[in-house]
């Protein structure tokens, strides 16, 4: 069963529908999707750059919520962090079946602590992330597009960019520390 949320939780009421999904109720999952499935449509379709797939990426985060819902822990992120990031691997796994890849890991994604069930947290939320991708050296965002959008791997964009391996993986990392400097609640 999940754990107690705790005070950093934007969105109390996730932990209490996803108590019930992972009891089994259809309108509690049915509640979260009507919550999240925009954003998590939206994150799967600019990895992807395809609606199909993204749809197929979607349904597979929104069937893998109900089959696992009491793996999920509020105290190691919130809901929509966690459906952001399943969606995000579930569509670069999905990238990746499609051409070879190598195997460097990427970096986690940057977490935010905004309740994305609102229009209006939506547009707080891009404007903040555009402000804050507006900080960012040319270098460094292209190396985070490269990486969160195009599902490539670090020894991928080295040799797209010409850059060294080492030259990549700083710029990511400055770029992360960066955004979450900026973005931090």
Not at 91 to 101: F, T, V
Not at 111 to 139: C, D
Not at 143 to 171: D, N, Q, S, W
Request: proline letters at 5%.
């Amino acid at each position: 069963m999940p754990n107690a949320p705790h005070h950093t939780d934007r969105h109390p009421a996730d932990f209490e529908l996803i108590r019930r999904v992972a009891n089994g109720d259809e309108a509690a999952l049915t509640a979260l999707y009507d919550r999240y499935a925009g954003v998590v449509y939206s994150v799967a379709h600019r990895v992807l750059k395809d609606e199909g797939a993204a749809e197929e990426v979607l349904q597979d985060v929104f069937y893998q919520l109900w089959c696992n819902a009491s793996r999920y822990d509020a105290a190691r992120g919130t809901m929509a962090g966690w459906l952001l990031v399943s969606a995000r691997n579930r569509a670069i796994d999905l990238l990746r079946r499609r051409k070879p890849a190598d195997t460097n890991s990427m970096e986690e994604p940057v977490p935010l602590a905004f309740n994305l069930e609102s229009s209006v947290a939506r547009t707080q939320l891009i404007s903040r992330v555009k402000s804050a991708l507006g900080i960012l050296t040319p270098a460094q965002r292209q190396v985070l597009e490269l990486t969160y959008f195009a599902g490539m791997t670090h020894g991928e964009i080295a040799e797209k960019t010409g850059e060294p391996l080492g030259t990549v993986k700083t710029r990511l990392r400055a770029a992360l520390h960066t955004l979450r400097q900026v973005l931090a609640p």
